[in-house]
T-cell receptor
Framework: GQSLEQPSEVTAVEGAIVQINCTYQ??????LSWYQQHDGGAPTFLSY????GLEETGRFSSFLSRSDSYGYLLLQELQMKDSASYFC?????????????FGSGTQLTVLP | GAGVSQTPSNKVTEKGKYVELRCDPI?????LYWYRQSLGQGPEFLIY????????DSGLPNDRFFAVRPEGSVSTLKIQRTERGDSAVYLC????????????FGEGSRLTVL
């Protein structure tokens, strides 16, 4: 089976940098995804790391270390609109890499 | 439409009733997924379609749950003899590829079983 651990809550101020960690246990690894979800909204895709290293997309970056079974999402120049839940996710261990197992999510609160 | 569309957005029903939830995926997306999300939790996988066939239904909790996608586009999730524990947001997602790194989610159908 698979399990993912991420902090339940993180709080930061506008303009700051915040890092949301995710550790995972899987019987097979096919990549680590990150999703953002505002209250009452749809989860939206942020990033996908299949290989070790840092991927940067604007203010958001995602990092993966396969040897440590660890990744993080880095949010820079925080804005109020970044207040949301953030989920890390890995494909199921079925070998098909088509379905995702999600963590329980990290609720980010950005303060003015 | 431009995104994944789900109807109804809200459904309140009584214990023991039958419910259907509909998903209209992004045009051209061959892969379609159903997830269930309880408050404060991440989405939980239910079933995956590739085309018209259910490629993986291992996440369906029991035989009260069933889903179809007869023409390879719109899908319906059917729940028989609903129970209070079925209350959750049911999310549909679609993808243009077989790799599930990126899914496009709808806003979900919130089901409340009284």
């Amino acid at each position: 089976g698979q399990s993912l651990e991420q902090p339940s809550e993180v709080t930061a101020v506008e303009g700051a940098i915040v890092q949301i960690n995710c550790t995972y246990q899987t019987s097979g690894f096919y990549g680590l995804s990150w999703y953002q979800q505002h209250d009452g909204g749809a989860p939206t895709f942020l990033s996908y790391n299949a290989l070790d290293g840092l991927e940067e997309t604007g203010r958001f970056s995602s990092f993966l270390s396969r040897s440590d079974s660890y990744g993080y999402l880095l949010l820079q120049e925080l804005q109020m609109k970044d207040s949301a839940s953030y989920f890390c996710a890995v494909p199921l261990s079925s070998g098909s890499a088509r379905q995702l197992t999600f963590g329980s999510g990290t609720q980010l609160t950005v303060l003015p | 439409g431009a995104g994944v569309s789900q109807t109804p957005s809200n459904k309140v029903t009584e214990k023991g009733k039958y419910v259907e939830l509909r998903c209209d995926p992004i045009s051209g997306h061959t892969a379609l997924y159903w997830y269930r999300q309880s408050l404060g939790q991440g989405p939980e996988f239910l079933i995956y379609f590739q085309g018209t066939g259910a490629a993986d239904d291992s996440g369906l909790p029991n035989d009260r749950f069933f889903a179809v996608r007869p023409e390879g586009s719109v899908s319906t999730l059917k729940i028989q003899r609903t129970e209070r524990g079925d209350s959750a947001v049911y999310l549909c997602a679609s993808s243009p590829t077989k790799i599930a790194g990126e899914l496009f989610f709808g806003e979900g159908s919130r089901l409340t079983v009284l």
